[in-house]
């Protein structure tokens, strides 16, 4: 079975399967958009956790049946731009600027501003580095906001860690890919669970967390936002 190619296990009709799931992400952002709404933040973010386990699979699908190639008239990639843009930078600003966690006007010009440095960085021809890694802060506001209003710290630490997300997205400064980057690969997915699990308990605690749950989303937070930088620094002294 390992000789056989891409090419002899699925049709080009059957290929399409793999752009109806990223599409899926699609309706995903409208619930989470209206629970998000009904401020039931918890379900808003549980539902952008499923978009953002649909776009750790259908990546690694596409490459792995060479979509691009075999269904030339559809851009898996615009498709996938959309699709992120709407649940890793958009919903997250509005939870930003919609809830409690900001007074005015700072929950406007935090939204705002991820908003704004978001489509920005979608539109970096550059944005991926030879390794799989991100250059720059990824957008991945679902997570950065996510862990903001779960661990409750106070506004100063909110807008000042938003500020920094914003300006890091211009910088020239590694950020993991958990799936396409080689280097320590199985450490970086088990931290990666570590931090599906440790937000699966806060979201079934209305968006709360406390003790060794809590200890654990900080400590995986944590390590996916500096790991590629620490390695960029110790490549940079070798």
Request: overall charge neutral; hydrophobic content about 55%; proline content about 5%.
């Amino acid at each position: 079975m390992t000789d056989i190619t891409p090419d002899k296990e699925a049709p080009e009709p059957a290929l399409f399967l793999i752009h109806i799931l990223t599409a899926s992400g699609a309706p995903i952002a409208l619930i989470a958009l209206l629970a998000g709404a009904r401020g039931n933040w918890a379900e808003m973010f549980a539902w952008l956790g499923l978009a953002l386990v649909i776009d750790g699979i259908d990546g690694p699908l596409a490459r792995r049946f060479n979509v691009a190639k075999r269904l030339p008239r559809w851009s898996g990639a615009s498709l996938d731009f959309v699709i992120d843009y709407a649940t890793y930078v958009f919903l997250p600003a509005f939870a930003l600027a919609a809830s409690e966690m900001l007074s005015q006007p700072w929950n406007w010009i935090c939204g705002g501003l991820v908003v704004f440095t978001g489509a920005l960085y979608f539109a970096d021809n550059g944005m991926k580095t030879p390794d799989g890694s991100f250059k720059g802060f990824p957008a991945g506001w679902n997570m950065v906001i996510f862990g903001l209003m779960v661990l409750s710290p106070s506004e100063t630490f909110t807008i000042a860690f938003v500020l920094f997300c914003c300006v890091m997205t211009f910088l020239p400064v590694k950020f993991i890919h958990p799936v396409r980057v080689q280097r320590w690969r199985y450490v970086t997915l088990a931290v990666t669970a570590i931090w599906f699990v440790s937000a699966a308990v806060a979201v079934m605690g209305d968006m709360a967390v406390e003790g060794l749950a809590a200890w654990a989303l900080t400590g995986s937070s944590l390590f996916l936002f500096c790991i590629a930088a620490v390695q960029q620094l110790i490549d940079r002294h070798l």
